[in-house]
C-alpha cells in the first residue's frame, strides 16, 4: 500500500466540535475525493477537487468542508453542522482526464461522536 | 441524475461454485463501469473496469447496455474472494470523473 495516507486512524469528538482529517498523497495525482461509507449505504461522495485552489460538493456535502492549498493535500473538516458525522471516511485520489482513471483509496478514519 | 443498484446486500456460495453479484445501473449517457472490492482489513481497490475488457483473479464482467447491467461473474468462487464488492459508475464525457457507488453485496465464499 501506500501512496495516500489518512490519519488519524481513530478519532474521537465531543458534539458540537469541529474535527479535521488529514489526507496526503505523493502519487502526483491531480484528484482527489472524499466519501463517506456507513453500513448498508456503501461509499458517498462528499466533496472532490480536481485541482489546487478548486473543489466542488458532492452529494453529501452539507456539514462538511474542505480546502485544497496544495496537490498533495486534502483535509476534511467535520463540523457541528453535520447532524450525524459518527462514520468511516475514505480519502481517494486519481489522474484526471483520462476516461475509465482509477481511484486509489486511503486506509480511512473512524470517527466517532460522543 | 445516475444511479447505481447492487440488488444483494449479501451472498454466499460454497467454494467451487460459480458467482455473480448484479449490478444495475442508469444514466442517460455511455458510462464507464468498474468494480471495486474491499478485502478484510484491506484498502478498498479496483478489480476490474469494462473499458480494459479485463479478467481479473478469474473475475470478468461485460457491460449489457440493453439490460443496462454489469454484472461480475466468477466460474469458479474460491474462499479468498470473501470480500466486499462495490460496483460503481463514472460519467462519460467533460471533466467530470467522479464515481458513483452501489451500496455494495457482501460475499462469503464456504469451504
Known amino acids: 500500500d501506500g501512496g495516500i495516507t489518512q490519519s488519524p486512524k481513530y478519532l474521537f469528538r465531543k458534539e458540537g466540535q469541529n474535527v479535521t482529517l488529514s489526507c496526503e498523497q505523493n502519487?502526483?495525482?491531480?484528484?482527489m475525493y472524499w466519501y463517506r461509507q456507513d453500513p448498508g449505504q456503501g461509499l458517498r461522495l462528499i466533496y472532490y477537487?480536481?485541482?489546487?485552489?478548486?473543489?466542488q460538493k458532492g452529494d453529501i456535502a452539507e456539514g462538511y468542508s474542505v480546502s485544497r492549498e496544495k496537490k498533495e493535500s486534502f483535509p476534511l473538516t467535520v463540523t457541528s453542522a453535520q447532524k450525524n458525522p459518527t462514520a468511516f471516511y475514505l480519502c481517494?485520489?486519481?489522474?484526471?482526464?483520462?476516461?475509465?482513471?482509477?481511484?486509489?483509496f486511503g486506509p480511512g478514519t473512524r470517527l466517532t461522536v460522543l | 441524475a445516475q444511479r447505481v443498484t447492487q440488488p444483494e446486500k449479501l451472498l454466499s456460495v460454497f467454494k467451487g461454485a460459480p458467482v455473480e453479484l448484479k449490478c444495475n445501473y442508469s444514466y442517460s449517457g455511455s458510462p464507464e463501469l468498474f468494480w471495486y472490492v474491499q478485502y478484510s482489513r484491506q484498502r478498498l481497490q479496483l478489480l476490474l473496469r469494462?473499458?480494459s475488457r479485463e479478467s481479473i483473479k478469474g473475475f470478468t464482467a461485460d457491460l449489457n447496455k440493453g439490460e443496462t447491467s454489469f454484472h461480475l461473474k466468477k466460474p469458479f468462487a474460491q474462499e479468498e474472494d470473501s470480500a466486499m464488492y462495490y460496483c460503481a459508475l463514472q460519467m462519460s464525457g467533460g471533466s467530470n470523473y467522479k464515481l458513483t457507488f452501489g451500496k455494495g453485496t457482501l460475499l462469503t465464499v464456504n469451504p
Open positions: 477537487s480536481q485541482i489546487v485552489n478548486d473543489f
Open positions: 469494462h473499458i
Open positions: 481517494a485520489s486519481s489522474i484526471v482526464a483520462v476516461p475509465g482513471n482509477e481511484q486509489f
Open positions: 502519487l502526483n495525482h491531480d484528484a
